[in-house]
């Protein structure tokens, strides 16, 4: 069946522009992640959504990021005024669930690489 | 802080030898997970092992879990080409839904 997809796959934009970046889930997963990679670096947590809601907003970096996710799927993150250091790898993950005391996998999207010149 | 760190940052071996990478963490957690990224781009999940479990298999993977020493290792045996990416581990605590990851591993098997 299909992956979580992601669009664009890459974007590069001025200083200053907004930025809308894309995540399609697996259908029938009720969980979606967003974390960001800067080169050469490890994962880091931007928010999640159980469903609609996004009941943890504590990893996103400021009050330019912003995520909203609609019919429980499709979910986009914005950027507003982008600057340089948002340049990174945006990557999007889905799984069946909450991982509770559990523990689901989470599939991963192939990423999109965001430049801000 | 980093939750997870992995050990060693780079890793270079021979084909057919075996390559073990190493993760400590600092708090209390309830799974670890292992994941393989290759190019920079997605992850693929290889394995999760709970708190209460001490080792796990899957094909040529062998993951342990120290939770008194807060640390697990990877081990992937008959290494190939194709095991060439980075390695991370991810931790998640308690109730939270966050997914720690680790800066990773970058292993290189040589043909």
């Known amino acids: 069946g299909a992956g979580v997809s992601q669009s664009p796959s890459n974007k590069v934009t001025e200083k200053g522009k907004d930025v809308e970046l894309r995540c399609d889930p697996i259908s029938g997963h009720t969980a979606l992640y967003w974390y960001r990679q800067s080169l050469g670096q490890g994962l880091e947590f931007l928010i999640y959504?159980?469903?609609?809601?996004?009941?943890?907003k504590s990893g996103l970096p400021s009050d330019r990021f912003s995520a909203e996710r609609t019919g429980g799927s499709v979910s986009t993150l914005t950027i507003q005024r982008t600057q340089q250091e948002d340049s990174a790898v945006y990557l999007c993950?889905?799984?069946?669930?909450?991982?509770?005391?559990?523990?689901?996998?989470?599939?991963f999207g192939p990423g999109t690489r965001l430049t801000v010149t | 802080s980093q939750q997870g760190e992995e050990d060693p940052q780079a890793l270079s071996i021979q084909e057919g030898e075996n390559a073990t990478m190493n993760c400590s963490y600092k708090?209390?957690?309830?799974?670890l997970q292992w994941y393989r990224q290759n190019s920079g781009r997605g992850l693929v999940h290889l394995i999760l092992?709970?708190?209460?479990?001490r080792e796990k298999h899957s094909g040529r993977l062998r993951v342990t879990l120290d939770t008194s020493k807060k640390s697990s290792s990877l081990l992937i045996t008959a290494s190939r080409a194709a095991d060439t990416a980075s390695y991370f581990c991810?931790?998640?605590?308690?109730?939270?839904?966050?997914?720690?990851f680790g800066k990773g591993t970058k292993l290189t098997v040589n043909p």
């Open positions: 991810a931790t998640r605590q308690g109730g939270s839904e966050k997914l720690v």
């Open positions: 993950a889905s799984s069946l669930g909450l991982a509770g005391a559990g523990g689901y996998e989470q599939y």
């Open positions: 092992i709970r708190s209460n479990e």
């Open positions: 959504f159980q469903g609609n809601s996004a009941p943890d």
């Open positions: 708090t209390s957690i309830n799974n």
